[in-house]
């Protein structure tokens, strides 16, 4: 126990000197509009949450990656995973809520011990849209995730995959040597199965991020470009491409601070803003989970310990009529759900 609180302190500090960072300089200057500003600006603050349709769950920060650009700082050394107690305590809200799709991610989702178990006992609580935010290596990595395929099959589970690119050189310099050919192993593991083929219901749908200080090219024509190369180089197939912008949190925001690029890359965003994408952005009718049971509005503010406004902080106290309505907690990084066609784990939403 006190090692968890340790551990909780030193991700706080972490995130307030993220968040530091984030507010002071061209906004402190005003050089640029906070965030705030902006959607006050436009008549859309305070923005506030909506009905409740996804409940996006992190079983913990463990990966088999390290990527350069995880705005989770996920890889082999996190010991962050959610309890079997905390899972069940999440089937309980998962029974009782009105959410449409249950959305697990990581890290690598499958490297919970309990990932298996967990889908199993929710996929009887008839939920209708399951997704599993998978990396595809991990399908590769060791024999006893080789049938992560056939057990995606079983219980009809949305595979949403990371794809950098469809070329090597910029996919394992964004996700490290061999993740590339891995990633096609997997994908033709995938499809083998079924997923991704026309007129399957199994899902397999692929998540593109830039590998660089720039936001995301159009999706529709990034899709057309992905399933023409994958197919003639391939032979793989799969349904949709989403295209998520890299949020200046985290290991990008290392990224961009040790490549001088900050100062640029927010003035890109904030120049890029879209009124039309804030009426759509996914904190409004999704609750992020946390590995140990905390609530957040998405995933980027759990990472950056921005906890939801409400009285309800914790999965074991989940109250939807109390988080109903309630107003999303924003920061300067908002921006980045909000440039151009906007952004979400689903893809773009204006």
């Not at 551990?7 to 300089?25: D, F, P, V």
């Not at 899902?203 to 159009?218: C, E, H, I, M």
Request: aromatic share 10%.
């Amino acid at each position: 126990m006190i090692k968890s609180l340790h551990k909780r302190k030193s991700e706080l500090a972490q995130s307030n000197k993220q968040l530091e960072i984030l507010s002071n300089g061209i906004f402190q200057k005003g050089e640029l509009p906070t965030f705030k500003d902006k959607i006050f600006e436009t008549g859309q603050f305070p923005l506030k949450a909506k009905k409740l349709e996804i409940l996006q769950i992190n079983v913990g920060y463990m990966c088999n990656q390290v990527c350069s650009h995880c705005h989770v700082d996920a890889g082999p050394d996190r010991k962050e995973i959610m309890t079997r107690d905390t899972m069940s305590q999440c089937l309980e809200v998962i029974k009782n809520t009105g959410a449409h799709t249950l959305d697990l991610t990581g890290g690598a989702p499958e490297m919970n011990p309990n990932f298996r178990w967990f889908v199993e006992e929710a996929s009887k609580a008839g939920i209708k849209d399951f997704i599993v935010r998978s990396n595809l290596t991990i399908i590769t990595a060791n024999k006893k995730y080789n049938d992560l395929p056939e057990f995606f099959k079983k219980y009809n589970v949305h595979v949403a995959s990371s794809m950098p690119h469809w070329t090597k050189g910029k996919t394992d310099k964004q996700r490290g040597d061999g993740v590339f050919n891995a990633s096609i192993k997997a994908l033709k593991m995938l499809n083998a199965v079924g997923y991704g083929m026309p007129n399957s219901n199994l899902r397999l749908d692929l998540v593109y991020n830039p590998s660089g200080a720039f936001l995301p090219g159009n999706q529709k024509s990034l899709e057309k470009d992905f399933k023409k190369s994958l197919l003639e180089e391939f032979n793989i197939q799969f349904h949709n491409l989403f295209a998520i912008t890299n949020l200046p949190i985290s290991r990008f925001l290392d990224y961009l601070i040790a490549s001088e690029n900050y100062e640029d890359y927010m003035y890109s965003l904030v120049e890029a803003y879209n009124p039309s994408a804030v009426a759509n952005v996914m904190c409004t009718n999704t609750l992020s989970i946390s590995w140990d049971g905390y609530l957040f509005d998405c995933d980027f503010n759990q990472m950056l310990e921005l906890p939801v406004n409400s009285k309800v902080k914790h999965i074991s106290d989940y109250n939807e009529d109390l988080l109903e309505g309630r107003n999303i907690v924003i920061s300067q990084h908002c921006y980045g759900c909000t440039a151009g066609a906007g952004s979400s784990c689903q893809g773009s939403v204006a």
